[in-house]
């Protein structure tokens, strides 16, 4: 018992309590007709951490805010258990994790969904929390790291929302849950002279769904007819590269990554399988890539040129009726990524210029991007400015304009020049 | 200046500091204070000459904010870590060059750093008193070209050795800034300044640095100075 209550004395006196988040609301208004945005965000963020020793036990949470009509939701985006012994790290509980040497952008960062609500977000805010168990080892200058994910996790998609212009409709309905929902990634990194090098790999399940079966009907002479389309998720394999180096005053930063992705073999009975159902049988393997150049001024502003690219090949496809296993001549669908980065959702090939300086002693935040589509036309254009008049305290505003085709009404920016917008909020820190 | 380069340091420390910017526009003086912890310790390793790290905790924006620099002795440049807790990833960042400011501020890494004391010639170009203490007057003129500076003219307390005012003059010779070190206590057996002010002659800013605690030779392992530390605080 003494010992107990000294273990305890001990424990709450070496014990250390932490927290932190902040508070941001905002508003943002269309640039053409001046209406407001109604999409949720999160206007309070919360983390608190507790350590004890070599054990952390952390939460990271947000409470998530629709200004009309008025919603609220509580989420706890991470809860996790980590301890760091001399030779590196375990965590386990609903992480976020990231992999990867670009910023923003990396395809090989996959262990997470993305959070399409704050695809403009930077880091860990645009990805969805989930279990798992990590492990970390330090070894001289190597790094292995390895994760398991035991439940496969989705891409939150804002289905419905008429205030977001690539949004879903509805919520598709998922005919084929994903049977082994074990995902597992490894990764291992080393320092070669100036450079770092990593090289990863993930093994999992798509985030966003995917054409698995259709119910088709042939009659002669007309074309078949499509009566029902029935989605699951393809099992993808990811072979990442990381890279890190400089030359001279310039900060090179390289990711790719290869996906190699197919159509879950379905175990369907076949008895009790209309008679209608055709599978769909695709395998995909596509390339991510990230060249990052980074240059920093002498008045300490970052400027950052990325090259994103996204190429699919190795592209092959199959209809064949579920009963009888016959080949059937029907046309493929378009391909879509089912994990990687989100921004080859917008473009095969895409220019990213972005630079962000502070300035007046912290007083003022400046940032400013450009995105341009290198595949056919489309641009966005951004601004933000944020001043402290308080330590602790800020107001932001900024502008975000896509520019599309007028010609193509199907090019992604172009659906998005509805969404060109102002911001403005304020920002408390604590 | 051999009995200043002889004064004893510690194997490592822990320093609570807090950093004031200080703008004088309009005859109205502006501050902006942050509040860092540095911990660094010496290598005697042969591969490196210290490692060091440096958390924010103030303003709140930027608390978790972490550097981490490994210091060669071969010379071929440090390593250097940047932990941002929004990122949750640790990013290998280009070494800064010395003569860069310190994240802002009127110091620069250079000014931060201890200069070797065969790095300088000097010559005792007379004796003044400073805040009452007397002092010499040293002009300390680089052998090597690799500084930002033409020569630096230092005040030595004649009593402790310790510097109580540094002049730095840029490579066209013009005073570019001022460092004033007034208060200087002992712990134990490791003299520390409590405040130092620099000020930029150039512009119309300075910048005050204040130890608000230190603790010298706790024997720190060398796991405060991996990735893996950087990201918990």
């Known amino acids: 018992m003494k010992n107990l209550i000294l273990f305890l004395s001990i424990s709450y006196l070496s014990a250390q309590f932490n927290y932190s988040g902040e508070v941001n609301p905002y508003v943002m208004t269309r640039t053409s007709d001046k209406t407001q945005i109604d999409l949720p965000y999160r206007i309070m963020s919360v983390n608190l951490g507790y350590t004890l020793g070599n054990f952390d036990f952390k939460i990271v949470s947000a409470l998530e805010h629709r200004n009309n009509p008025s919603e609220w939701e509580y989420d706890i985006r991470e809860a996790y258990f980590a301890y760091y012994p001399d030779w590196g790290e375990v965590k386990v509980g609903k992480q976020i994790h990231a992999w990867g040497a670009a910023d923003g952008n990396n395809p090989t960062d996959n262990i997470n969904a993305y959070d399409y609500y704050y695809l403009f977000n930077s880091g860990a805010g645009k990805k969805v929390g ?54 597992f990634g490894f990764r291992i990194q080393t320092t070669i002279g100036e450079s770092d090098i990593g090289l990863s790999i993930f093994n999992g399940n798509d985030r966003s769904p995917t054409l698995l079966t259709a119910n088709v009907t042939f009659q002669d002479n007309i074309p078949p007819q499509i009566n029902n389309l029935n989605l699951g998720y393809r099992a993808t394999t990811m072979l990442g590269l990381d890279f890190v ?23 369907l009975n076949i008895f009790k ?36 690219g996204n190429k699919i090949f190795d592209e ?25 980065t989100p921004f080859a959702m917008f473009s095969d090939q895409a220019l ?69 917008n102002t911001r403005v909020g304020i920002i408390y820190n604590f | 200046m051999e009995k200043v380069d002889q004064i004893k340091s510690p194997l490592d420390s822990e320093t609570q500091l807090k950093m004031t910017l200080i703008s004088i526009r309009g005859g109205k003086k502006r501050s902006r204070s942050r509040v860092l912890k540095s911990i660094e310790k010496k290598y005697e390793d042969g591969v490196f000459k210290t490692k060091s790290l440096l958390v924010f905790s103030q ?17 071929k440049g440090d390593d250097q870590w940047l932990y941002l807790p929004a990122l949750k990833k640790v990013k290998r960042i280009r070494a800064t060059e010395k003569s860069r400011s310190f994240q802002g501020s009127d ?10 004391l065969d790095s300088d010639k000097y010559e005792l170009i007379g004796e003044e008193s400073i805040n009452g203490i007397k002092c010499y007057k040293v002009n300390a003129m680089p052998i090597e070209r690799e500084t930002q500076y033409s020569s630096r003219v230092v005040w030595v307390d004649q009593q402790n050795f310790l510097m109580k005012k540094v002049e730095f003059y840029d490579k066209k010779n013009n005073r570019f800034k001022v460092l004033d070190i007034p208060n200087h206590i002992k712990n134990g057996e490791y003299w520390t300044a ?17 130890v608000l605690e230190v603790n010298y030779d706790q024997g720190l392992k060398d796991n405060i100075f991996t990735e893996s530390y950087l990201k918990r605080q």
Request: hydrophobic residues 40%.
């Open chain 1, 130 to 183: 989930s279990f798992s168990f990590s492990a970390k080892v330090y070894y001289k200058s190597f790094q292995l790291e390895g994760i398991f994910t035991p439940k496969h996790e989705v891409n939150r998609f804002p289905y419905g929302e008429k205030d977001f212009p690539l949004a879903i409709a509805e919520k598709p309905e998922i005919a084929y849950p994903v049977e082994d929902d074990w995902e």
């Open chain 2, 194 to 210: 409590i405040k130092m002010t620099m000020h930029n002659m150039k512009k119309a800013h300075s910048t005050e640095l204040e």
């Open chain 1, 352 to 420: 990213l210029l972005s630079s962000s300086g502070v300035f007046m002693d912290d007083r003022l935040e400046v940032n400013g991007n450009v995105m341009m589509n290198l595949d056919e036309k489309g641009q966005m254009l951004g601004a933000s400015l944020a001043y402290s008049p308080w330590i602790n305290w800020k107001v932001e505003a900024g502008v975000t304009k896509f520019i599309g085709d007028k010609n193509n009404l199907e090019n992604k920016f172009t659906l998005m020049e509805d969404f060109s």
């Open chain 2, 59 to 75: 303003p709140r924006e930027v608390k978790g904010t972490a550097f981490l620099n490994w210091d060669r002795i071969d010379g």
């Open chain 1, 316 to 340: 092959t496809y199959d209809w064949y009726h579920t009963y009888s296993q016959e080949l059937v001549g029907l046309p493929t669908i378009n391909f879509q990524p089912g994990m990687g």
């Open chain 2, 107 to 116: 110091f620069s890494y250079e000014d931060l750093s201890v200069r070797e």
């Open chain 1, 245 to 267: 180096t400089f030359i001279g005053d310039l900060t090179l930063r390289m990711e790719s990554a290869l996906f190699k992705t197919k159509n879950p073999l379905l175990k």
């Open chain 1, 273 to 308: 399988t209309p008679l209608d159902l055709y599978e769909f049988q695709q395998e995909v393997n596509y390339l991510q890539s990230v060249f990052q150049i980074e240059y920093t001024t002498l008045s300490d502003m970052t400027i950052v040129l990325q090259l994103i």
